[in-house]
């Protein structure tokens, strides 16, 4: 198949490409940090209790992301390249936090597994930037209908079908792809309020240093 006039690749190969980003996007932002979360608190390891709970408020500018696509808001492109740097910065920022894993035992299982996951992260996050920006061309609401737009939708639009599902069955309402983007948009005021609130207090006055971040 020739390379599509408008994307570098085939767009078979293309397509391939998204899905495999979404599947490592599941595994290395959702199944991993939740799985060490449970470890690290079981194991009563404060330090990466704290880091991963750090990367949970960051992470949740990807669940934002996922609700401004499913309503196809162009917004939710430039968000997905943000996010990713943004949890790539997260894990490794702290001084403090960095200091205390270091100290731990190298080779034990559960330090050992933390710093893989740090690491497929950091790989996962500056890749996979550079790849979600190549769908910045679907900034144009115009562009969203071609190939290589829509297939970065299906996978929210997949979600979008499950979600209302459930909800409509637990809670017996519905849950729409206009609704979906109004929790994004309330969602979103009120992460880049929290973010600018810690940039500009208490950034200046903590440092790299983790606390009640």
């Not at 899905?19 to 009563?44: E, F, H, K, N, Q």
């Not at 992301?65 to 997905?80: E, K, S």
């Not at 190939?147 to 939708?153: D, N, Q, R, S």
Request: net charge positive; hydrophobic share 60%.
């Amino acid at each position: 198949m020739a390379p599509s006039r408008t994307w570098p690749v085939p767009e078979a190969l293309y397509r391939t490409l998204v899905w495999l980003d979404y599947r490592l996007a599941v595994l290395i932002t959702v199944g991993m940090p939740l799985v060490l979360l449970v470890w690290a608190s079981l194991r009563r390891e404060g330090a990466m209790v704290r880091l991963l709970g750090i990367y949970w408020k960051l992470a949740s500018l990807l669940l934002i992301t996922t609700l401004l696509l499913i309503d196809r808001r162009p917004a939710g492109f430039i968000l997905a390249v943000i996010a990713q740097l943004l949890l790539v910065v997260g894990v490794w920022f702290w001084v403090d936090l960095n200091e205390e894993l270091e100290d731990l035992p190298p080779w034990r299982a559960l330090p050992l597994t933390l710093r893989i996951w740090r690491w497929s992260l950091t790989l996962w996050g500056l890749v996979g930037a550079l790849f979600s920006a190549t769908a910045l061309r679907c900034l144009a609401k115009a562009a969203l209908a071609a190939p290589g737009c829509a297939v970065w939708l299906q996978p929210p639009l997949g979600l979008q079908q499950h979600l209302a599902r459930v909800l409509g069955f637990v809670f017996g309402g519905t849950w729409t792809p206009t609704l979906a983007a109004f929790v994004g948009w309330v969602g979103l005021v009120g992460y880049v309020v929290g973010l600018l609130q810690w940039l500009l207090v208490r950034l200046p006055k903590m440092g790299r240093v983790a606390g009640g971040f």
